[in-house]
């Protein structure tokens, strides 16, 4: 039998700021997915060639990351969600199934709080979003607390060694290759200013859950039990906390389980999607 692969195209979307690349595979229901702050389109390929057979999956580089244009003083993340939804409705999709990783979150989310009708499922990897972390703690953040300075202290180690924070330090032992791949997809900003990105999510992540009490779309929230970068014990509480909730830790992984543990992430977000149709 010969194989056929999925139909693929590549366009550019003019917007205020320059142009915001994306990819379009396969066919079917439209599923987009919205990188971190380590990545760009391109972090996506183990998403994509699972889901193009039978979905229409879309991945785009935020804007200020090539290879969309880049932008004077850098992107401001409170402008995500108008990119993501002006690329939706350019490709004139009557409802989308959005996945959102780490910085993509914040997209995703945004996008699916404004326009929760058009949105038939919603995945949140190792992300809150633009919910405050600590306020999302039923602790108090006290809890929060102790977990980041734990986490900065190995993430300080890891980087001492070279290992990249998004998948940290036993994800890069075991996957070398997957470790140096996603160091290579993240040098790809070029001289984007991370941390004044970083800054910016940190200004914009003021939601509380209590604001999404009637907030409906059915919502999956991953994580990951070896993660340095989110609170991993955050995504039961949030889910919890949501109308539409469910959540689901992958323990052998670090920050970026889609990236790590492709096959497992890839099967529960497709169990997922199927229980939303």
Same mark, same amino acid.
């Given at each position: ?24 595979? %396969? ?77 993509? %979150? ?22 809150? %979003? ?31 060694? %070279? ?15 997957l470790h140096l791949l996603y160091a290579s997809i993240d040098t790809m900003a070029g001289a984007l200013d991370k941390a004044k990105v970083r800054e910016g999510l940190r200004r914009t992540a003021r939601r509380t859950v209590t604001e999404l009490t009637d907030f409906r779309v059915p919502t999956l929230l991953i994580a990951g039990g070896e993660d340095v970068v989110f609170p991993s014990f955050l995504a039961s509480a949030i889910a919890a906390a949501l109308p539409c909730g469910e959540a689901h830790l992958i323990p052998h ?25």
């Amino acid at each position: 039998m010969t194989y056929k692969a999925p139909a693929r195209s590549v366009g550019r979307l003019q917007r205020p700021f320059g142009d915001l690349y994306y990819e379009v595979s %396969g066919s079917g229901p439209a599923l987009l997915f919205a990188h971190g702050l380590g990545g760009n389109h391109l972090s996506w390929w183990q998403q994509v060639a699972h889901f193009a057979p039978h979905y229409t999956c879309v991945s785009f580089a935020h804007r200020g990351f090539a290879p969309s244009s880049a932008i004077d003083g850098g992107p401001d993340p409170a402008d995500y969600a108008s990119d993501l939804a002006a690329l939706i409705d350019h490709l004139k999709f009557p409802n989308v199934r959005l996945v959102g990783q780490s910085m993509g %979150g914040w997209t995703v989310l945004e996008y699916a709080i404004t326009h929760p009708a058009k949105v038939k499922a919603l995945v949140l990897s190792s992300t809150s %979003g633009t919910l405050d972390r600590r306020a999302s703690d039923p602790s108090g953040g006290s809890v929060y607390g102790a977990w980041a300075k734990d986490a900065e202290a190995k993430a300080a180690t890891g980087l001492a060694n %070279g290992i990249h924070p998004a998948m940290g330090m036993a994800a890069a032992a075991r996957s070398p290759a997957l470790h140096l791949l996603y160091a290579s997809i993240d040098t790809m900003a070029g001289a984007l200013d991370k941390a004044k990105v970083r800054e910016g999510l940190r200004r914009t992540a003021r939601r509380t859950v209590t604001e999404l009490t009637d907030f409906r779309v059915p919502t999956l929230l991953i994580a990951g039990g070896e993660d340095v970068v989110f609170p991993s014990f955050l995504a039961s509480a949030i889910a919890a906390a949501l109308p539409c909730g469910e959540a689901h830790l992958i323990p052998h992984a670090g920050h970026s389980p889609y990236f790590e543990e492709a096959a497992t992430f890839n099967g529960l977000v497709e169990a997922f999607l199927a229980r939303q149709r």
